[in-house]
């Protein structure tokens, strides 16, 4: 009835030359596919509706945790994607878009300091020593609290995975650390605070393109989150002034991208 007067397109933007060339990011990619246009001033961003009991669920969240620390912001922390699993008793990510265990830890504790943190993971891949972060417990309906929970938070901070993308379609200030994804088509710089390792631009990763040819940009890109004590450091120190709204000067941050 619907389908044979029909035609059918796929959207598959991981196919599109545009999108793999780092033209265009997904939202762009999208639209050229299935609305056949190049002009994408129209696209609208704020497209996430949430329902009160989302809402209400993550204000219930947040809420408790807020009188005991007495913080009076939330962070909203995605250290992993969704590429992590658990080899040699440690999460890793053959990806190469999620943190080391120990650098999540380490950022998680600093910026503990200043707010609330929600960690937006999976439990088995939580630091045995982190006992001080939120975890959503709500696994059934995962998706939607993290939703709820950004919509409600000060800041974003997290790699490229799909707590940055919920970060730009409610407006919210966000540092997106960047691996082995290029962030003029997996993020939004002219809206997120993009981070990445000093001249450290990925090899690309040609997925749902070449499996093989995947396999080998992860071996290249191998080392691209592996960031140092002073990028740490760095990376704090840019989530601190973020959260508290400061002007940040990138002139004497040797890694940071405001493109």
Known sequence: ?????????????????????????????????INNTTNHNDLNYNCLHLSNYEIQKAK??????????KHKKVIVFQPYGSSVEIVNKQP???SNRSLALES????????????????????????????????????????????ATISQCDLFVGICSVGQHIARMFNKPSVVLMGATNEINFSYPNNHII????????????????????????RENSDIMNFNQKEINEIIDIAKKQLNQNIIDNSNISSINYE
């Open 104 to 147: 999540y830890f380490q950022i998680a504790k600093s910026l503990n300091k200043e707010a609330v943190i929600v960690y937006a993971s999976q439990p088995q891949f939580k630091h045995p020593n982190d006992n001080f972060t939120i975890s959503i417990d709500e696994q059934a309906n995962y998706l939607r609290i993290l939703m």
């Open 1 to 33: 009835q619907f389908i044979k007067n029909n035609n059918i397109i796929t959207p598959e933007p991981y196919q599109l030359n545009r999108f793999f060339n780092q033209k265009i990011n997904l939202a762009e990619a999208f639209d050229e596919i």
């Open 195 to 218: 981070y990445r390792k000093k001249e450290r631009m990925p090899i690309y990763i040609p997925w749902r393109l070449s499996e093989s040819d995947c396999e080998f940009a992860d």
């Open 92 to 94: 890793i990510d053959r």
């Open 60 to 69: 219930e969240i947040i809420l408790s945790h807020k009188q005991q620390t």
